[in-house]
């Protein structure tokens, strides 16, 4: 009899192994998008242009140029993560009443641009070097500014070297992807499963293509080749102060850090409006019109 109860705890076992792996696979699809959304929502209150152009990898971007004032300096919005262009709408409108020539476009695999996959920063590093070049081919004499938040973020030092700018404006980017998988795993099944997260990341590797644990050196924030407003919520779970703190002390001067007091992750623009334009455009300000004081 005990022999027969424990082949049966054996097979159990062996299935419930089997269908968790098959529930971990299946969720390596679903954190890996891609996330087209719903339909664009195209602003009447902004003159929009709108580009595709491409980056070294072949992936088709589509995106909008909100032309400002000449010499006034040009700024690039980066979104997060399952989104695309139309969160960046808020930043864009003070942008450009500002005076800044602005460009925001979806990451491969979201919106209207091309992928299968979205690869948190690791191939979206080569997103926003086409962007940038775009910008550098179209705008030669003015300076550019980047403001890129959590994935667009960690897009820009992704591949151990910055994308050059004249300034950034980064938004909690995280230093790697296993704090993000056990929140979402735990909200998943129900319950902490610490032994699923390294099992999850391994079948992400496997499907993405390279190491998900590992894809966000910091040394390429070390690189950065203009000043940097860091910016940090207090009370962020997905990305806490501490591993913001770390890649703050990788930044050569000048810098400085906001830390957003009560405030989980999030888009900032929206949570904390005045603070965020009043923080942003003040820092813009000094670092890209310096020559027009």
Not at 168 to 190: H, I, W
Request: with cysteine; proline share 5%.
């Amino acid at each position: 009899m005990w022999k027969a109860l424990g082949y049966s705890l054996f097979v159990a076992f062996i299935i419930f192994c089997l269908l968790e792996g098959y529930s971990l696979w299946r969720l390596t699809k679903v954190f890996a998008g891609p996330f087209p959304g719903a339909e664009l929502v195209r602003p009447l209150d902004l003159p929009i242009e709108d580009i595709v152009f491409e980056d070294e990898l072949g992936a088709r971007l589509a995106g909008w140029i909100v032309p400002g004032q000449k010499g006034q300096g040009v700024v690039l919005v980066l979104h997060g993560y399952s989104v695309h262009r139309n969160i960046l709408l808020k930043r864009a409108r003070f942008l450009h009443q500002a005076g800044y020539t602005v460009m925001l476009f979806d990451f491969q695999g979201h919106g209207q641009s091309s992928g299968e996959f979205v690869t948190f920063g690791y191939r979206e590093y080569y997103n926003v070097v086409a962007a940038m070049k775009l910008l550098r081919e179209r705008f030669p004499a003015e300076k550019i500014g980047i403001v890129a938040t959590s994935m667009g973020a960690v897009s820009v030092f992704s591949q151990g070297n910055a994308v050059s700018a004249d300034a950034y404006v980064l938004e909690s980017p995280f230093k790697g992807l296993k704090r993000f998988s056990e929140s979402n795993l735990n909200k998943f099944f129900g319950v902490n499963t610490p032994f699923d997260t390294p099992i999850f990341l391994k079948m992400l590797s496997y499907r993405l293509g390279f190491n998900t644990e590992t894809f966000v050196p910091a040394d390429g924030l070390k690189n950065l080749s203009g000043p940097l407003l860091m910016v940090a919520a207090s009370e962020d779970v997905y990305v806490p102060l501490s591993e913001i703190m770390t890649f703050y002390r990788y930044v050569p001067e000048p810098k400085e850090m906001w830390i957003i007091k009560g405030m989980p992750h999030g888009d900032y623009s929206h949570t904390v409006p005045e603070e965020y334009q009043k923080r942003v455009l003040g820092f813009l300000q000094a670092h890209l019109r310096k020559r027009h004081d």
